[in-house]
């Protein structure tokens, strides 16, 4: 009996090969796993009960805060105490470091500066702050983190102080940030940033950052937030600016119009805007073709559009015909339209409003569709001029009726097309899908037209289809 046990306790060492393993792999595997499992390996045996006390990533996020919450051990105290005692046993520096704060009633936020403290001491490179408490107005001790390559902070104040900026910062995220009415000319320098995200940040008018290496940018609902200046950056590739409401301060705005920002991104590939934005560099005449081609934009995105606003019409026809290599476009309606479609009906009617071919053209996406005069008139201009289309998806809105789904259908299966591979329009409303190709297999009989480049869908199973939708 005896030798039998002690041959188990040899083989069971031997299985035992995850203790066996380098340091740098037992660590990548702690820092892979949740943070209370990772703590509860200190029980496996003397040479597990410390390890976890040199782990580089410390991940206090949302399901952490829920599930300690769940067992009664998260109010102020409980969520202070846990961090306390793992930060207090903690060795050795820390490189990553998430902290979600619960809403919990919290006196104060002394102790988190404390947290701030602490990583500004031991070499933290990626930080991740978010907070579903009461605005936290960020420690001094944040800023002297100067080690760091990723930064997100949500739900923060930003107080202004002297500061050159991080050196070393690679990303920076930002949702909803106070910056300050007393921030204004405080410039923060981020030689390094590549990408840069703001949603819903006030006084973001007063960021005042220096990034020349900056590759993506992403500014959504902060309507003080123009950051025109950001966009000289030469190495910019993405830009999505989706301000979602007017300006109404035009006097603080940097002067720049539609051709002069294009002008300043040479290498730009993914470019999507909304109508606000736009409707701030198209306050001077729109040009019919600009100084120079944006040769490099290959994705264009015009989001909260109008296609019955006249002014947004001419915007949109000017970056399309001075795309050359454009691949991917896709339009998202507004919603509630407010004005008269007329204008830009007749505009879009027109024969010469393009006069351009869409060479590279392959993808069209648009959603929210209504099916107005405008709205058809643009998606037969597109068929019409783009000899290289593959896939046109149309979604419409939800508050559009079955039978003005079906007429959409039934109208953009009748205009003439550029392309021959282009059988596959879809259409999509709710989880519906038609498709050109199965509604010529199914309830239409397709005709292409050698030499004219015309698909026309010829109903055969007319009432069927109406009826199911």
């Known amino acids: 009996m005896k030798e039998n ?40 045996s003397k040479n597990w009960r410390y390890r976890w006390t040199t782990m580089r990533a410390l991940v206090f996020h949302e399901y ?40 919990i009633s919290l006196d ?40 760091l390559r990723r930064l997100k902070l949500q739900n923060c104040f930003y107080k202004p102080l002297e500061f ?21 000319g405080t410039k923060i320098n981020l030689p390094q940033l590549k990408h840069l995200s703001l949603f819903k ?41 989706a301000l979602q409401k007017p300006i109404q301060d035009f006097l603080r705005l940097e002067k720049m119009n539609l051709s002069t920002m294009l002008s300043k991104l040479p290498i730009v590939e993914y470019f999507h805007i ?5 409707k701030c560099l198209i306050a001077e005449k729109i040009p019919k073709l600009l100084p120079h081609a944006i040769t490099s934009l290959k994705h264009l995105g015009l989001m909260d559009f109008e296609l019955g606003d006249l002014d947004l019409v001419h915007s949109a026809l000017c970056l399309l015909r001075n795309s050359p290599n454009l691949e ?15 204008p830009a009906s007749n505009h879009l009617e027109s024969p010469d409003c393009l006069y351009r071919t869409l060479d590279q053209l392959q993808i069209v996406e648009m959603r929210h569709l209504k099916g107005s005069k405008a709205e058809l008139f643009f998606i037969k201009l ?24 079906f007429d959409i259908a039934k109208d953009v299966m009748q205009f003439p097309r550029a392309s021959p591979k282009s059988k596959n329009v879809l259409l999509e409303p709710g989880d519906i899908i038609i498709s050109a190709v199965t509604i010529a297999n199914n309830h239409y009989v397709e005709e292409q037209r050698e030499g004219e480049g015309v698909c026309v869908g010829v109903c055969v199973k007319l009432h069927a289809l109406k009826e199911k939708y």
């Open 5 to 44: 046990y002690r041959a188990g306790i040899v083989t069971c060492a031997k299985e035992d090969r995850i203790s066996n393993l380098p340091e740098h792999l037992i660590e990548s595997i702690l820092e892979r796993v949740p943070l209370e499992e990772a703590v509860r390996t200190s029980i496996l």
């Open 64 to 103: 952490f805060s829920i599930k300690f919450a769940k067992n009664g051990a998260f109010g102020r105290n409980g969520f202070i105490r846990i961090i306390n005692q793992i930060l207090f046993l903690h060795k050795g520096p820390i490189l990553k470091f998430h902290l979600h704060i619960p809403d």
């Open 108 to 147: 104060s936020y002394k102790e988190v500066d404390q947290w701030m403290l602490f990583l500004s001491r031991n070499g933290v490179t990626e930080l991740v702050l978010t907070n579903s408490n009461r605005r936290y107005e960020l420690s001094s001790h944040v800023f002297c983190c100067l080690e």
């Open 164 to 184: 050159e900026g991080f050196l070393n910062l690679v990303e920076l995220i930002l949702r909803h940030i106070d910056f300050g009415a007393r921030l204004c």
């Open 201 to 241: 940040c006030t006084n973001v008018y007063n960021f005042n950052i220096q990034a020349t290496k900056l590759q993506i940018l992403t500014v959504s609902a902060c309507p003080d937030a123009m950051l025109l200046r950001l966009l000289d950056s030469p190495w910019l590739l993405k830009a999505m600016i």
């Open 274 to 278: 909304d109508k606000h934005f736009l």
């Open 328 to 342: 991917k476009l896709f339009v998202s309606h507004s919603l509630e339209p407010r004005i008269d479609v007329g």
């Open 382 to 405: 597109l068929l019409a001029h783009s000899p290289s289309l593959q896939n046109f998806t149309i979604t419409p809105s939800q508050k559009t009726d079955a039978q003005k789904r």
